[in-house]
């Protein structure tokens, strides 16, 4: 009898794990033990193989931890950069579902103004992989069209999109500015398209304030992460 240690082979395909063992046709003895492990990433995949080896048999137990990333976000790891990691910073502290609780403007004279209600419906999302997905409606909503949805009036279609804000891309954070600047791809309001659009920051807790000045006055958004 004599100790060896083995190495395994590991593929893996996100949540779903294409796992095979190499060659057991060499001797080992009971407590061989062989640790393998990938790289830790969204939806990376740690498993321990125990091997058991006896003269009658060979026992292997495969314990399988999936990341807590995983469960949240998806397996997927495509995206045009690296993920943004927990580590404390501006950027890691940013990532999620942001629901808005209040938006309101001021302007130059000092009147205050909630142009979507003082109530209004939506989300900011910021997700892992660097990109942004802003949705807000105005409350009360639009009511639907007298006839349908593909034939509204004039007044009906410009009630519609003055109570909506919606657009996409990807975002990066300035950590020594404290902002985010999103980089809009695509925009239900025209202007906003191919620009980047900063946005002063500040995160305490579950709560996210974006607040700044704008060419009419200043803006104010406070949104609580979801959970």
């Not at 910073?89 to 938006?103: F, I, K, N, P, Y």
């Not at 009511?143 to 999109?161: L, S």
């Not at 809009?184 to 620009?195: A, C, E, H, I, K």
């Amino acid at each position: 009898m004599h100790s060896s240690q083995l190495r395994f082979p590991l593929r893996g395909k996100g949540c779903h794990g294409d796992f095979w063992k190499g060659d057991l046709r060499r001797p080992i003895d009971l407590s061989d033990i062989c640790m393998v492990q990938q790289p830790h990433s969204v939806g990376a995949l740690s498993v321990a193989i125990l091997i058991e080896h006896t003269e009658r048999h060979v026992k292997v137990g495969i314990f399988i931890s999936i990341t807590a990333t995983c469960l949240l976000v998806g397996c997927s790891t495509a995206g045009p950069r690296s993920e943004i990691g927990g580590d404390g910073t501006l950027a890691s502290r940013l990532v999620g579902t942001w629901q808005v609780l209040e938006l309101r403007d001021t302007d130059a004279a000092g009147k205050i103004s909630y142009p979507y209600g003082e109530h209004p419906r939506g989300y900011i999302v910021y997700d892992p992989t660097g990109r942004v997905h802003v949705q807000v409606m105005r409350t009360p909503a639009t009511p639907p069209f007298a006839a349908d949805d593909a034939h509204g009036t004039d007044q009906e279609v410009r009630a519609a999109y003055d109570g909506y804000i919606a657009y996409f891309g990807t975002y990066d954070v300035d950590e020594a500015q404290s902002k985010v600047i999103h980089r809009v791809q695509g925009s239900l309001m025209p202007s906003y398209t191919d620009t980047d659009q900063p946005r002063p920051i500040k995160i305490t807790g579950d709560d996210l304030v974006i607040e700044g000045k704008s060419a009419e006055g200043s803006f104010y958004r406070h949104l609580r992460r979801m959970k």
